[in-house]
């Protein structure tokens, strides 16, 4: 058999790729091709071959003539669209109706977007044919894509002069229409839009929107808003220039979200603030009758919402609001501080007296029209001070809340506002605690516990504006006592929540004296339970008495220099109870205050039989008419020298008697003023239907000037006190400072008091110095602390 032979194949060389029609035949073909594109007419024709066609003739080093050929094709078809699609679109211009411009605009909006439609179409079927040469040509050549090369003639032959000009010239003129109330075509302007901002001169730079369309808009508005914003000051009042100018932004806003590119937003705005808001806050303020201070008085609280969110827009906004909030507050203290001097001036000029509220206030005549009537429209006016800083405060406090957003720092500058006008009035820690107590005394009609509790947490409010703390504590003090010594407190809850209000505000330390008071109070109670058990099995005084003991660092002792001659009676019944108190407690020493005390006692008439609640002072002055026939008078020395009470107090005593509603005692000759000539009889024929009368004192409820300057003076002697304390508990701490460091701090520490001034401050150093509490150091800019014994009077303060 045979052997089969195994024969090599041939390698065949590589098959050369040529065309064997002509470049210029197969060129024509393609570029054919591409016309009919260009008519839309690419349905007829065949994808694949296309392809292929210039695949080839890129395989075949003709990516040259490919490349440079569709340019031009292209070129020409934006050229044909330019000249039949937009330039007959241009508006005339002759027509001054704006919604004839409206529509004119719009069709040339339109007809820009179409020729973009038909030209991003057909590129796009290029660019699939063409996709091996910008695979393989143009990154070899460094030259654009087929598809930016597409951008880059429309670019060029479309938004060109004057197409360009007219396309800008239609968007300004849209946009104007609209801002005057009409609508448009937001779609055409839109649509118009989308196209500028996808054509940029470089890849990397701005779009022509950020370069020629955007500048355009924003120089426009700002001439329009210029004017808009002078036209609608001269037409508007502030609360429709507000509504307006809201509007305005709104409408800008929507504007920009709808049709505009969102970065024209910003600068946008800018222009509205500029134009509408930041030069004009001040004249939107203060415009006459309509302004913010009308808004509040109104309550127009939306209009007020509406000025706020529209101010902080600005950064000049919410400074100027602040300011003008602060200015409206002030201006409204000072009318209110403003009314009550003028009354001041009456009750200086006075005598001061007025009828404690549930004595003789209700009484009528000519007493009633004479001695109460200054006094207690003076006290009418002081508590009517108070009300009305509360009620400013409240009105305040809801503009806040409910137009102001609750803002922190317009809060602020309102509590700011409040504190100046609080202590321009120097009467506003007496008027507090006036209207404090007002509140505070039994039987006040038409309140609730609820709501009196209330009215006292605003008064808390009003409180802490006041920097003079430590004098209120002084009235307060007085009307406390006042009140627990006559038995008026509305309720010893109601105190001792009042006192606990004063303890969060101020510390332990400011309400320690007057929860003595109540601690008193509560032992005195129980002392005299004491008493009366200790009487049943001893034999009692004719007359029955009731004791507050009172320790004298507690309670105010103002009324300590009033002293009268007690009757034989009553002197046995206070040395019964001294007797007691002292077995009891050893070491301490009991002083009667006369002057503080009150009694009942039955008067017989003529008519019948009367029970008289009285002071003290004014039963020892009845009791001498006791066994005085009803002819015989006393005379006003005779009644002095034996009561041995004062003139001041003799002459309030005898006025309550013989000069208010109730007259149990006649005066000769009749008149309205107790005089030391006077002379006095028993009124027998005195009648009233009531069987129990009380007798109120005449008495001063807001001070003098005598009694002002007097507790003034007191308040400073204490601040003196309370001012070295400070220095030497500071330098005992410290033992070296710098004479700033030291003011300052003294300063800091005494502030939740009263506000020292830094001189007063040096006097007390000086004065430390010179008892060897402090020395100069050598740089005399600072001090070492030297004493080791501290005065008794320093001691309650350290």
Same mark, same amino acid.
């Given at each position: 058999?045979?052997? $089969?032979?195994?024969?090599?194949?041939?390698?065949?060389?590589?098959?050369?790729?040529?065309?064997?029609?002509p470049?210029?035949?197969?060129w024509?073909?393609?570029?054919?091709n591409?016309?009919?594109?260009?008519n839309?007419?690419?349905?007829?024709?065949s994808?694949?071959?296309?392809?292929?066609?210039?695949?080839?003739?890129?395989?075949?080093?003709?990516?040259?003539?490919?490349?440079?050929?569709?340019?031009?094709?292209v070129?020409?078809?934006?050229?044909?669209?330019?000249?039949?699609e937009?330039?007959?679109?241009?508006?005339?211009?002759?027509?001054?109706?704006?919604m004839?411009?409206?529509?004119?605009?719009?069709?040339?909006?339109?007809?820009?977007?179409?020729?973009?439609?038909?030209?991003?179409?057909?590129?796009?079927?290029?660019?699939?044919?063409?996709?091996?040469m910008?695979? =393989?040509?143009?990154?070899?050549?460094?030259?654009?894509?087929?598809? @930016?090369?597409?951008?880059?003639?429309?670019?060029?032959?479309?938004?060109r002069?004057?197409?360009?000009?007219?396309?800008?010239?239609? $968007?300004?003129?849209?946009?104007?229409?609209e801002?005057?109330?009409?609508?448009?075509?937001?779609?055409?302007? &839109?649509?118009?839009?989308?196209?500028f901002?996808?054509?940029? =001169?470089?890849?990397?730079?701005p779009?022509?929107?950020?370069?020629?369309?955007?500048?355009?808009v924003?120089?426009?508005?700002?001439a329009?808003?210029?004017?808009? #914003?002078?036209?609608?000051?001269?037409s508007?009042?502030?609360?429709?220039?507000?509504?307006?100018?809201?509007?305005?932004?709104?409408?800008?806003?929507?504007?920009?979200?709808?049709?505009?590119y969102?970065?024209?937003a910003?600068?946008?705005?800018?222009?509205?603030?500029?134009?509408?808001? !930041?030069p004009?806050l001040l004249?939107?303020?203060?415009?006459?009758?309509?302004?913010?201070?009308?808004m509040?008085?109104?309550d127009?609280?939306?209009?007020l919402?509406r000025l706020?969110?529209?101010?902080?827009?600005?950064p000049?906004?919410?400074?100027?609001?602040?300011?003008?909030?602060?200015?409206?507050?002030?201006?409204r203290?000072?009318?209110?501080?403003?009314?009550?001097?003028?009354?001041?001036?009456?009750?200086?000029?006075?005598?001061?007296?007025?009828?404690?509220?549930?004595d003789?206030a209700? #009484? &009528?005549?000519?007493?009633?029209?004479?001695?109460p009537?200054?006094?207690s429209? !003076?006290?009418?006016?002081a508590?009517k001070?108070?009300?009305?800083?509360?009620?400013?405060k409240?009105?305040?406090?809801?503009?806040w809340?409910q137009?102001?957003?609750?803002?922190?720092?317009?809060?602020?500058?309102?509590?700011?506002?409040?504190?100046?006008?609080v202590?321009?009035n120097?009467?506003?820690? @007496?008027?507090?605690?006036?209207?404090?107590?007002?509140?505070?005394?039994?039987?006040?009609?038409?309140?609730?516990?609820?709501e009196?509790?209330? =009215?006292?947490?605003?008064?808390?409010?009003?409180?802490?504006? =006041?920097?003079e703390?430590?004098?209120?504590e002084?009235?307060?003090?007085?009307?406390?006592?006042?009140?627990?010594?006559?038995?008026?407190?509305?309720?010893?809850?109601?105190?001792?929540?009042?006192?606990?209000?004063?303890?969060?505000?101020c510390?332990?330390?400011?309400?320690?004296?007057?929860?003595?008071?109540?601690?008193?109070?509560?032992?005195?109670?129980d002392?005299?339970?004491?008493?009366?058990?200790?009487?049943?099995?001893t034999?009692a005084?004719?007359?029955?008495?009731?004791?507050? $003991?009172?320790?004298?660092?507690f309670?105010?002792?103002?009324?300590?220099?009033?002293?009268?001659?007690?009757?034989?009676?009553?002197?046995?019944?206070?040395?019964?109870?001294?007797?007691?108190?002292?077995?009891?407690?050893? #070491?301490?020493?009991?002083?009667w205050?006369?002057?503080?005390?009150?009694?009942?006692?039955?008067?017989?008439?003529?008519?019948?039989?009367h029970?008289?609640?009285?002071?003290?002072?004014?039963?020892?002055?009845?009791?001498?008419?006791?066994?005085?026939?009803?002819?015989?008078?006393?005379t006003y020395?005779?009644?002095?020298?034996?009561?041995?009470?004062?003139? $001041?107090?003799?002459?309030?005593?005898?006025?309550?008697?013989?000069?208010? &509603?109730?007259?149990?005692?006649?005066?000769h000759p009749? #008149?309205?003023?107790?005089?030391?000539?006077?002379?006095?009889?028993?009124?027998?024929?005195?009648t009233?239907?009531?069987?129990?009368?009380?007798i109120?004192?005449?008495a001063?409820?807001?001070?003098?000037?005598?009694?002002?300057k007097?507790?003034?003076?007191?308040?400073?002697?204490?601040?003196?006190?309370?001012?070295?304390?400070?220095?030497?508990r500071?330098?005992?701490?410290?033992?070296?400072?710098?004479?700033?460091?030291?003011?300052?701090?003294?300063?800091r520490q005494l502030?939740?008091?009263?506000q020292?001034?830094?001189?007063?401050?040096?006097k007390?150093?000086?004065?430390?110095?010179?008892?060897?509490?402090?020395?100069?150091?050598?740089?005399?800019?600072?001090?070492?602390?030297?004493?080791?014994?501290?005065?008794?009077?320093?001691?309650?303060?350290?």
């Amino acid at each position: 058999m045979a052997a $089969v032979r195994k024969v090599k194949p041939k390698i065949k060389p590589p098959k050369k790729h040529t065309l064997d029609p002509p470049t210029e035949e197969i060129w024509s073909r393609l570029a054919e091709n591409i016309r009919e594109i260009h008519n839309h007419n690419a349905s007829n024709l065949s994808f694949e071959e296309n392809y292929r066609i210039a695949y080839k003739m890129v395989l075949n080093k003709q990516g040259a003539l490919v490349y440079d050929g569709v340019r031009q094709l292209v070129a020409e078809n934006v050229d044909r669209l330019a000249k039949n699609e937009i330039i007959p679109a241009f508006p005339s211009g002759a027509n001054d109706d704006p919604m004839q411009q409206s529509q004119e605009g719009e069709l040339l909006l339109k007809a820009l977007r179409r020729v973009w439609d038909d030209h991003t179409g057909n590129m796009s079927k290029l660019r699939d044919i063409l996709k091996y040469m910008d695979r =393989v040509y143009t990154k070899a050549h460094d030259v654009p894509e087929i598809w @930016e090369v597409g951008l880059a003639l429309f670019l060029k032959h479309i938004i060109r002069p004057p197409i360009q000009q007219h396309l800008i010239s239609a $968007v300004l003129s849209l946009i104007q229409i609209e801002r005057d109330g009409y609508v448009i075509s937001r779609s055409a302007v &839109k649509e118009c839009v989308d196209v500028f901002l996808q054509l940029g =001169v470089d890849h990397d730079g701005p779009s022509i929107y950020k370069r020629d369309l955007e500048p355009s808009v924003l120089e426009s508005s700002e001439a329009f808003y210029s004017n808009e #914003g002078k036209r609608l000051l001269e037409s508007c009042d502030a609360p429709e220039y507000l509504r307006r100018v809201e509007a305005r932004f709104d409408s800008e806003q929507d504007r920009t979200n709808h049709y505009l590119y969102s970065q024209t937003a910003n600068p946008l705005r800018a222009i509205l603030e500029n134009h509408l808001l !930041t030069p004009n806050l001040l004249t939107i303020i203060n415009m006459p009758n309509s302004g913010m201070d009308i808004m509040i008085d109104l309550d127009k609280l939306q209009d007020l919402n509406r000025l706020y969110r529209l101010f902080i827009m600005v950064p000049t906004g919410l400074p100027t609001l602040r300011k003008a909030l602060k200015d409206s507050i002030a201006q409204r203290g000072r009318v209110i501080n403003q009314a009550s001097l003028s009354a001041d001036g009456d009750q200086d000029s006075g005598d001061g007296g007025a009828t404690e509220p549930g004595d003789s206030a209700k #009484g &009528k005549g000519k007493a009633k029209a004479r001695a109460p009537g200054i006094g207690s429209q !003076t006290l009418t006016l002081a508590l009517k001070w108070v009300q009305d800083v509360l009620d400013l405060k409240d009105k305040f406090d809801h503009v806040w809340k409910q137009a102001l957003r609750s803002d922190r720092d317009i809060d602020s500058s309102m509590n700011e506002a409040f504190e100046d006008f609080v202590n321009l009035n120097e009467k506003a820690p @007496e008027f507090i605690s006036l209207f404090i107590d007002e509140n505070l005394k039994k039987g006040l009609k038409g309140k609730t516990d609820i709501e009196v509790d209330a =009215v006292l947490d605003k008064t808390i409010t009003v409180f802490r504006y =006041v920097s003079e703390k430590d004098a209120f504590e002084r009235y307060y003090k007085n009307h406390l006592a006042k009140r627990l010594l006559l038995g008026r407190s509305v309720s010893d809850d109601a105190e001792r929540g009042m006192l606990a209000k004063l303890k969060v505000e101020c510390g332990y330390q400011f309400t320690q004296k007057l929860e003595g008071m109540f601690n008193d109070m509560k032992i005195s109670a129980d002392t005299m339970q004491a008493y009366r058990n200790h009487l049943e099995n001893t034999s009692a005084p004719d007359i029955e008495i009731s004791v507050i $003991v009172m320790t004298s660092t507690f309670w105010p002792m103002s009324h300590s220099s009033a002293t009268c001659a007690l009757p034989e009676s009553l002197t046995k019944a206070c040395k019964s109870f001294e007797q007691f108190y002292l077995s009891r407690h050893s #070491g301490r020493r009991l002083t009667w205050q006369s002057s503080l005390g009150n009694a009942d006692v039955r008067v017989t008439f003529k008519s019948r039989k009367h029970d008289l609640n009285v002071s003290t002072f004014a039963l020892v002055i009845l009791l001498l008419f006791e066994d005085l026939p009803d002819n015989e008078f006393l005379t006003y020395k005779e009644i002095k020298e034996a009561t041995s009470i004062v003139d $001041v107090e003799l002459q309030r005593h005898l006025q309550s008697l013989a000069c208010a &509603k109730y007259k149990i005692l006649k005066k000769h000759p009749p #008149g309205r003023d107790v005089d030391s000539t006077d002379s006095f009889s028993f009124n027998s024929d005195f009648t009233c239907p009531m069987q129990k009368i009380k007798i109120g004192t005449i008495a001063s409820k807001v001070e003098t000037v005598d009694e002002r300057k007097e507790t003034r003076d007191k308040i400073e002697e204490e601040r003196r006190l309370q001012t070295e304390a400070c220095i030497v508990r500071i330098m005992k701490d410290r033992k070296h400072m710098t004479h700033n460091e030291l003011v300052n701090e003294v300063t800091r520490q005494l502030a939740s008091r009263f506000q020292p001034n830094p001189l007063s401050i040096k006097k007390r150093i000086e004065g430390l110095i010179d008892r060897e509490y402090l020395e100069r150091c050598e740089d005399r800019k600072s001090y070492n602390y030297l004493c080791i014994y501290i005065a008794p009077e320093h001691l309650p303060y350290i």
